[in-house]
T-cell receptor, first 112, second 112 residues
């Protein structure tokens, strides 16, 4: 069974600092990996989707990398802003299962 | 605007009642999903539908039921058999099973 871990569970940084969020998974046989953002009491917003054949994906200040062999993905957010404060979740799509496996998330606070 | 709508935003259930959560999408997606989110836990899959008139149980289907009579609609019924239904419920859809998932705003269910 695919296990997805996100460490740390919470992170606080001053405005302007770059954010580095980690996601690890136990089974490297994946179809894709998706990063989401969740604001308190809201649904999930899809940030980036990385296919298993890709090494990274970029959107604006966000960059996500994928290393399947080591079971790791990293989400980088450049020049953080208070509006980046939210919980970030990663989810892995195993190649042999229709179900996404979610991590518990990292809650980020960006201090003004 | 294309997207996923869920209603109601808040729902209160008395002991022994069945309640139905609505999920509608106008993205023309084939696949739809129901997840449950509890504090400190990752999202858990309740039910999944790949096409109209077909659905499969997820990891925590006991006490829940679904139907998929129309492509755009995937309602979830929380029955009285679900002993601990207080949670945040999220509906999602994707164009096909392994593609990027998009989420609705969620329904918070509380048992009185």
């Amino acid at each position: 069974k695919q296990e997805v871990t996100q460490i740390p569970a919470a992170l606080s940084v001053p405005e302007g600092e770059n954010l580095v969020l980690n996601c690890s998974f136990t089974d490297s046989a994946i179809y894709n990996l998706q990063w989401f953002r969740q604001d308190p009491g809201k649904g999930l917003t899809s940030l980036l989707l990385i296919q298993s054949s890709q090494r990274e994906q970029t959107s604006g200040r966000l960059n996500a990398s994928l290393d399947k062999s080591s079971g790791r993905s990293t989400l980088y957010i450049a020049a953080s802003q208070p509006g980046d404060s939210a919980t970030y979740l990663c989810a892995v799509h195993p190649s042999n299962d229709y179900k996404l496996s979610f991590g518990a998330g990292t809650t980020v606070t960006v201090r003004a | 605007d294309g997207g996923i709508t869920q209603s109601p935003k808040y729902l209160f259930r008395k002991e022994g009642q069945n309640v139905t959560l609505s999920c509608e999408q106008n993205l023309n997606h084939d696949a739809m999903y129901w997840y449950r989110q509890d504090p400190g836990q990752g999202l858990r899959l309740i039910y999944y539908s790949q096409i109209v008139n077909d659905f499969q149980k997820g990891d925590i289907a006991e006490g829940y039921s679904v139907s998929r009579e129309k492509k755009e609609s995937f309602p979830l019924t929380v029955t009285s058999a679900q002993k601990n239904p207080t949670a945040f419920y999220l509906c999602a859809s994707s164009s096909y099973t392994f593609n990027e998932q998009f989420f609705g705003p969620g329904t918070r269910l509380t048992v009185l």
